[in-house]
């Protein structure tokens, strides 16, 4: 069967051998590095958790911040809506109140009107009342006086128009 090798005759002994010599001679060294290589990895990731912690904090910070500045628009823009609504009741009664302010300027306006005609047409009509009684007058004068019965008339007359003018202009 198989020839039973030593120890040192088998070339696995020898690998072996070299393993534990190179582990023994560098594996400080390659220990050391694989150590720093490792923390250096493990600090890394460290800080990318720090980073990220960080980030996680800022995020709600600024989710906060807008939810806070969402929450004051939305008030602002009732209370604008309230405003507006508030402003347009108020336009709306003072619209009301000036259209019916017009309309009894207007109705005033109107019976000024209806008063200046029923004043005009009472003015007319004593115009024409007085004419009518002037040419009356005049017709009946001329039918029944004569000449020498208007002059003491018309002395009468003349002598009491300075008390007619000082009542007329006192009045």
Do not use: C, Y
Not at 34 to 50: N, S
Not at 52 to 65: N, Q, S
Not at 142 to 159: G, M, V
């Amino acid at each position: 069967m198989h020839e039973h090798q030593g120890f040192f005759a088998n070339p696995r002994s020898w690998v072996a051998i070299a393993f534990v010599i190179f582990f023994l001679l560098f594996g400080k060294k390659l220990w050391t590095a694989l150590a720093a290589m490792l923390d250096k990895h493990a600090a890394t990731i460290r800080a990318d958790l720090d980073e990220a912690a960080r980030l996680r904090k800022e995020g709600e910070t600024l989710l906060a911040d807008a939810k806070a500045r969402r929450e004051a628009a939305i008030a602002d823009a009732k209370a604008l809506l309230e405003s507006a609504h508030a402003e347009a009741r108020r336009v709306a009664e003072q619209a009301g109140i000036d259209a019916e302010a017009a309309g009894k300027r207007r109705e005033k306006m109107a019976m000024e009107r209806i008063a200046a005609a029923e004043k005009a047409a009472v003015t007319d009509v004593r115009l024409a009342a007085a004419d009518i009684a002037a040419r009356a007058a005049e017709q009946v004068i001329a039918a029944t006086l004569s000449a020498e019965a208007d002059s003491p008339l018309i002395d009468h007359a003349i002598a009491g128009l300075p008390a007619a003018l000082g009542r007329a202009r006192a009045a």
